[in-house]
């Protein structure tokens, strides 16, 4: 069994940056995939970088070129740096591994950018 923690979420003024980190423990099965997800209030929960085992990156229109996903080198820990944080980006984040046996998620952790 694979267990997710996220930590780095918090309360920061729009334009500031934030650094969260997921680090995995258990039975470490060959990941195919890694993401962060994020859901806001009263929305569905939207896929907001992704990382595949070839290196390629995927992100939400709305964070490209602000938010920027990164792995350790085991691929056991990731990240997702959050520059110029918008109100809009207010939402619970979610880390992801995507393994051949199934998905597997966090806790997630609260961001919220308010001034």
């Known amino acids: 069994q694979v267990r997710l923690v996220e930590s780095g979420g918090g309360l920061v003024d729009p334009g500031e940056s934030l650094r969260l980190s997921c680090k995995a423990s258990?039975?470490?099965?060959?990941?195919?995939?890694r993401a962060w997800y994020r859901q806001g209030p009263g929305k569905e929960r939207e896929l907001v970088a992704g990382?595949?085992?070839?290196?390629?990156?995927r992100y939400l229109d709305s964070v490209k070129g602000r938010f920027s996903i990164s792995r350790d080198k085991p691929g056991t820990e990731i990240f997702l740096q959050m520059n110029s944080l918008q109100p809009e980006d207010t939402a619970v984040y979610y880390c992801n591994f995507k393994t051949s046996y199934g998905d597997y998620w966090g806790q997630g952790t609260q961001v919220t950018v308010s001034s």
């Open positions: 990382l595949v085992s070839n290196g390629a990156t």
């Open positions: 258990g039975r470490i099965l060959p990941i195919n995939a």
